[in-house]
């Protein structure tokens, strides 16, 4: 393999490898139904919510009851479960490389296309120890505000997956999942769920049953939210290179 141009827009770059690390980490199995949870957070952030809507809405269905085929295609054979123990591997990579030709790579396209207006190019090419070298930006896209976003995004889903003590856990994480989804919640979205028996039920629940219930609760009701707030807080985030030595930015008159 031919040896990578040098980067001058590295917003592009840090943007496309992170992409491309977790495409690896899915065409090698993910290791379990909690990571393709976070697995899709991670993704819905890092294509600045322009996964289409298709994939929450299937990915809700493969919780849903028995593992569903593509969720267990998504998954390591040892953690595949009920008649999906038994999946073909050449079945299951076919469907996870389905996954990423059909809505991954047009949704990196999509935020690529989105980011690159706005990326800074730099007049000399990032190198090691370089303020903006993308290997060392710890924000995604170089964006600090979609780091944030899904530091709350990756807090609010690991809670909601580990379940409550109680109601008034539920109701401070409320103030969690609103900063998680950048305000985009119905206004009774959280009263709903706290005069709901049954959803109160699953977030509180200690037994196994309850944790794949709340798996599904946050496919279902979580993620797509997550989508939501991706979608408007993209075009408002300003770009950032890590603290280092000073680099130039390109200047046309």
Known sequence: MTDEPEPYRPALVTLSEDVRERVTELQNGLRSERRVLE???????????????????????????QQGILLA???????????MEDLDEDVAERLRENLIAHYVHPAHRSAFRRL??????????????????????????MRPALSELETWQQRALEDLLDG??????ILDWGNDILLATHGELGQEWL?????????????????????R?????????????????????????????????????????
């Open 39 to 65: 697995w899709l957070q991670e993704m819905t952030i890092r294509t600045l919510g322009n996964l289409d809507r298709r994939v929450y809405a299937d990915m809700t269905r493969q919780f849903r009851g």
């Open 73 to 83: 295609s998504m998954l390591r054979p040892g953690a595949r479960r009920g008649r």
């Open 116 to 141: 690159r207006p706005d990326a800074t190019e730099y007049v000399d090419a990032a190198g090691d120890g370089d303020a903006h070298d993308p290997q060392r930006q710890r924000f995604i896209a």
């Open 164 to 169: 409550f003590d109680g109601r008034d856990e």
């Open 191 to 211: 009263t709903r769920i706290y005069d709901e028996p049954s959803a109160v039920e699953v977030l509180i629940g200690d037994s196994a049953q309850h944790e």
């Open 213 to 253: 219930a709340r798996r599904l609760f946050a496919a279902h009701h979580v993620l797509p939210q997550y989508r939501a707030g991706v979608r408007v807080l993209a075009g408002r985030a300003g770009e950032v290179a890590d603290e280092g030595t000073e680099t130039t930015e390109a200047s046309y008159a």
